[in-house]
Structure formats: structure tokens, C-alpha cells
């Protein structure tokens, strides 16, 4: 569990905030609409932050980045999700597919690479997901060959985020004749290698603006010095970055939340029925402070959660795990539900709550469906289980 590096005052946290929040007012948000209907890349929302600084908060000073702690980080990416779902994708997106790069590449190609991807020249994209394994990670089938000083990678890759704009990919695969998760190893793969095609985009629910297509390899050959980390390490790397990926995911779904609260409370306050606003009906005002009280739980969740990060706890995956799940979860919720709140109005595309809610799906689907970490979390109680001792609890008497 890498710690970042918390370099940043308070002050110096408020002021980027500060930058973060001018951004959104004046050019995302505006923007957000129309990049919601069109599956092309949204370049310009990328393009401003990059110049704001944003990307650069993931990675390390030495390779010109500004690193940034994930208490900051999570603040970033609520405000840009509680206006665009697919400008905050880059935020996390930027994070998960660079970040393994800086802390597991050879110094010298992190140091070619990482200040190109820090001020948004180069984009990568991160290669995990097969059509034969998503959640199933080390069910994973694309190959690695070593031959003479190169590895031969084969196989498909599926659903992988802006594939079609990325000059570099981060491939895990499976090197040849291995089994489960350690057989895994991961490669950064130039875009116009000889063997790499990038299919068609996928149109997709939600989460539009941010394209994602299939990346087939056929006998690409990698050489040696572009294996991240050493043979096996793969599928560590992948669970370092998700375990960010992760709390990244959860604090979207609060920001994009709040946005939603925001517009149904805008909302409420100006349409009247049977006489009166439709905020000054009971029934309305108490689904409001409903999901304001769960939204803000669920930050404060999130907000822990990234200052265990911070402070390298070793606990810190099982916490991004129930961030994830419950904020993801409730995202779901409260977006359908403030779109009840606008009635035939929150159905129409005019309105940005449609998109909200389709945008909500996929935080939980994605960095681990939420069965996926019910899972992991369920276990985790379990096995805590054996060493707990309830004080009132005794059950030596009991028939089990
Ligand atoms: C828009 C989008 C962008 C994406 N971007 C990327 C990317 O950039 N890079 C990348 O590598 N991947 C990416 N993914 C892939 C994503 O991470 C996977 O879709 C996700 O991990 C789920 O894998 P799967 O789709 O294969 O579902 P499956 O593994 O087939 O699971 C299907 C469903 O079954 C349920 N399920 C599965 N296993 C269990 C279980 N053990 N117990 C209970 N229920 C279970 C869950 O509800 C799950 O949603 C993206 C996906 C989408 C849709």
C-alpha cells in the first residue's frame, strides 16, 4: 500500500480548490450537457484540466507531477463529478492508468513518459478487463512470450476506457504456462505497435464523452525494459492502483449525488402543485434531507477512507471497498430518486438529470461490481469474527 505524498498545506489545498471549483463553474459545467450526448472524447474538458493542474496531482514531483494527497484528491473529483460524469472519469481515469507507470516502470521510461502524462501531452489507458474475465481478474487469458529480449503479448482486451484517444497502454497478461493471480504480469504497450488494433467505439448507457473500445493483440512485441515491475507482479500493481481507482469511483458517486440534490432542490424551490412549491410539501422536504444526511454519511466515508490512504493503514483497501459499495450504491439511488422529484422533466434529455442517473450505473459496475466487494467485505467480517470476544455474548453454553 503506497502512501502519497501530503506535500500540500491547507492553504494550498484551499486555493487549488479554489481553481478546481472556478473550473467547473465556468467551463465544465457549462459544457456538460452537450458532452453528455456525444460519444466522442471530450477533449476540451480534458484539455482545461490539464492546464488547471488537475492531472498532475497524481504523480510523483520528480517526474513533474504535483502529487497530491487522496484527501485532496477525493474533493477534486466531487466537484468535478457533481457537474460531469465524464470529466471526472479523467480525474480517476488520468490517476489509474499513469500511476503504475511512475511507481513501477524503469526510471528511465517513468522519467520520458510520466511528465508528457502529468501535463496531458500523452494519455494512457489501463488494459485489466478480458470478454472471459472482469471480475474474475486472474481468470484472465491474454498471453505473454518471452522471446529473446521481448515479450510476445496475444489476446483481447474489453471495455477499456479511452482506448481510442490513449498513446500508450497498460497490458496485464498472463505469462504463458502460468495459473491464477500470480502469473500475472503487466507491460506498457506504444499504441502503434506493430499488432495492437483498437476496434470501433462501444455506444454505451452513460458515461458518455468518455469512449471505450476493445483492444485486440496479436503477436505484439514488448521490449523487456517495458515490463511494470517484475514478472508476476501484475495482478499487485492492478490492486494498487484499484484500491485508488476505487475510492476515486466512491467519491464520484457522492458528487455526482449532491449535484443531483442540488438540481431537485433548485427545482423544488420554483414549480408549485396543488397551491404551494413543491418544496414546502412535507413529502418532498423530508426526501430531500434524507438523501443530503446519506449523501453527506457517505462523504464522510469516503473522506476517512482516503485519509487512511494518506496514511498508508494497511486497512485501507477493505475501507475503499465499503466507500465503493456504499456510495455507489446510494449514488444509484438518489439520482432516480431526485429525478422522480422533476417529474416529466427529469425525463426529458433538456435536463441534466437523465444523464446523471444513467452515469450513476456505472459506479456500480466498475473498479469491482458492488456483489464484488459485498464480497470481499462479507469475508472480511468473517474472518475478523474468530478473534472477537462480545462481552455479553457466551456461547460455551450453547448448543451449535
Ligand atoms: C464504461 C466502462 C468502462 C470501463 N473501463 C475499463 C477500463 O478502462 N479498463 C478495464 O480494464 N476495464 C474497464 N471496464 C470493465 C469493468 O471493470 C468490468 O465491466 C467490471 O469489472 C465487471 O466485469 P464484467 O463486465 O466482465 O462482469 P462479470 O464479471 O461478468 O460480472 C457480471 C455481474 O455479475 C455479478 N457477479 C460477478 N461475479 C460475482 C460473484 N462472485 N458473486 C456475486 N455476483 C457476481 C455482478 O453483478 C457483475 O456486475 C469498463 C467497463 C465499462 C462498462
Not at 458515461?207 to 508476476?232: H, Q, Y
Not at 469516503?302 to 490512504?309: D, K, L
Not at 456500480?364 to 469474527?385: D, L, M, P, Y
Amino acid at each position: 500500500m503506497r502512501s502519497a505524498v501530503p506535500d500540500w498545506t491547507p492553504e494550498a489545498e484551499q486555493e487549488f480548490m479554489g481553481r478546481v471549483e472556478r473550473l467547473v463553474a465556468q467551463e465544465i459545467g457549462p459544457r456538460a450537457n452537450e458532452v453528455g450526448r456525444s460519444e466522442t472524447f471530450a477533449w476540451e474538458s480534458f484539455r482545461a484540466l490539464a492546464r488547471e493542474g488537475v492531472f498532475a496531482t497524481s504523480f510523483p514531483v520528480r517526474y513533474g507531477g504535483t502529487e497530491a494527497p487522496l484527501r485532496l484528491r477525493v474533493r477534486i473529483i466531487e466537484a468535478v463529478a457533481r457537474v460531469c460524469s465524464a470529466a471526472a472519469s479523467m480525474v480517476t481515469g488520468v490517476d489509474l492508468s499513469g500511476r503504475p507507470i511512475a511507481f513501477a516502470a524503469a526510471p528511465t521510461l517513468a522519467a520520458t513518459v510520466m511528465p508528457k502524462l502529468a501535463s496531458g501531452e500523452l494519455q494512457s489507458a489501463f488494459a485489466l478487463t478480458e470478454p472471459g474475465a472482469g471480475s474474475d481478474v486472474a481468470g484472465m487469458s491474454c498471453t505473454a512470450r518471452p522471446e529473446g529480449d521481448a515479450w510476445v503479448l496475444n489476446g483481447v482486451k474489453r471495455f477499456i476506457s479511452r482506448a481510442t484517444v490513449a498513446d500508450l497502454f497498460i497490458v496485464v497478461a498472463r505469462t504463458e504456462g502460468t495459473v491464477g493471480a500470480k502469473g500475472l504480469s503487466a507491460f506498457l504497450v506504444d499504441r502503434d505497435a506493430a499488432g495492437l488494433r483498437v476496434g470501433p467505439v462501444q455506444p454505451k448507457l452513460g458515461w458518455i464523452g468518455i469512449p471505450i473500445a476493445e483492444v485486440f493483440l496479436d503477436e505484439v512485441r514488448v521490449p523487456a525494459d517495458r515490463m511494470l515491475g517484475a514478472e508476476g507482479e501484475g495482478f499487485a500493481i492492478a490492486q494498487d492502483t484499484l484500491v485508488r481507482a476505487r475510492i476515486g469511483h466512491a467519491a464520484m458517486a457522492v458528487g455526482r449525488a449532491q449535484g443531483a440534490i442540488d438540481i431537485a432542490a433548485q427545482y423544488a424551490a420554483r414549480r408549485s402543485t396543488f397551491g404551494r412549491r413543491l418544496g414546502d410539501h412535507q413529502g418532498v422536504q423530508w426526501m430531500l434531507a434524507e438523501m443530503t444526511t446519506q449523501v453527506e454519511a457517505a462523504r464522510c466515508l469516503v473522506h476517512r477512507c482516503a485519509q487512511r490512504y494518506d496514511d498508508a493503514d494497511p486497512q485501507t483497501p477493505i475501507y475503499a471497498s465499503m466507500a465503493k459499495l456504499h456510495a455507489a450504491d446510494l449514488g444509484m439511488r438518489v439520482t432516480t430518486d431526485c429525478l422522480q422529484l422533476l417529474g416529466g422533466n427529469g425525463y426529458l434529455q433538456q435536463m441534466p438529470l437523465e444523464r446523471f442517473m444513467r452515469d450513476a450505473k456505472l459506479n456500480q459496475i466498475g473498479e469491482g461490481a458492488s456483489e464484488i466487494h459485498k464480497t470481499v467485505i462479507g469475508r472480511h467480517v468473517i474472518r475478523q469474527a474468530g478473534s472477537l470476544a462480545h462481552p455479553c455474548l457466551d456461547l460455551d453454553g450453547v448448543d451449535l
